[in-house]
């Protein structure tokens, strides 16, 4: 084998290996397809990270609802520890920092004890958790818990008054650019729908799996005008482009629903 050929040889497995090594690395940051992608691996992360410290991992919101959009999605999980683990918080940076890059957000992590007490303080997040959740690991921190509808009546009311200065406050920095503007649909909507599931969930009314017909069967209760919400949750998730004129028509339309919801919510 002449030098030549040697260094060739030599060149094309080195480029094979750095090929091998970023393609594993790829798959590393790329958003899963599917929840059940990640779960395995974060479950041995935290099983030893905490040992027996570690109670229940629960996943929750849309990869737990069937509505997880690869990309787009964050996928949320719910950590129970005991006491004692809960004082050892930081085993979990390096653990964090990993899954993120794969979209799984910063955990919930609580106490069983913090659970059970905190459901009056809580009750629309914790309604909305248990609503769609799936225990992964450990035994079921939810099961059995019930949230209180005066406690939930009072959180709905402030929620949406809150909601409707931040949209306001948040409106006036955005300058009116398009990209500012869709970020501020895609951050509150989503707030929104909870506030909505919660109302629905305090009059009675079955709650709908999708998020759209929630705002459809919202407005029917409440006499909004839901094609705001619908089209402002359409380009949130990419299934509508507008220009920026009609983006910022959309949110003036959306914040003036809002405030009549804050006004009906007052009187519920």
């Known amino acids: 084998m002449t030098t030549g050929t040697m260094i060739k040889t030599i060149w094309t497995r080195i480029r094979t290996l750095l090929k091998r090594e970023f393609e594993k690395l790829l798959k590393k940051l790329k958003p899963p397809e599917n929840p059940d992608e990640v779960i395995p691996g974060l ?5 030893r990270v905490y040992g027996d410290d570690l109670l229940s991992i629960c996943l929750y919101g849309s990869g737990a609802r069937g509505d997880y959009i690869p990309g787009r999605s964050d996928l949320n999980f719910l950590i129970v520890l005991t006491e004692e683990g809960m004082t050892r918080l930081d085993k979990a940076f390096r653990v964090v920092a990993r899954w993120r890059r794969r979209r799984v957000a910063v955990p919930l992590f609580m106490t069983a004890e913090y ?32 949230v209180g509808k005066d406690q939930l009546r009072l959180q709905l ?19 009116g650019w398009k990209r500012n503007l869709v970020a501020l649909a895609a951050q509150s909507l989503t707030s929104f729908v909870s506030i909505f599931q919660g109302i629905l969930y ?19 209760e409440t006499g909004l005008a839901p094609e705001p919400f619908t089209r402002l949750l359409a380009v949130k998730e990419g299934r509508l482009k507008l220009p920026a004129r009609e983006i910022k028509r959309l949110v003036v339309n959306y914040m003036e629903e809002v405030r009549r919801l804050a006004s009906w919510v007052d009187k519920m």
């Open 43 to 47: 479950i041995d992360d935290y099983t």
């Open 115 to 146: 659970l059970t007490t905190s459901l009056d303080t809580f009750p629309l997040e914790f309604l909305n958790i248990k609503r769609h959740y799936r225990v992964v690991w450990g035994e079921d921190p939810l099961a059995g818990i019930t």
């Open 157 to 175: 009311e402030r929620e949406v008054k809150g909601k409707l200065l931040q949209l306001r406050e948040a409106y006036l920095a955005s300058r």
């Open 202 to 220: 305090l009059r009675g009314k079955e709650i709908p799996h999708e998020r759209r017909e929630s705002i459809e069967v919202m407005a029917a």
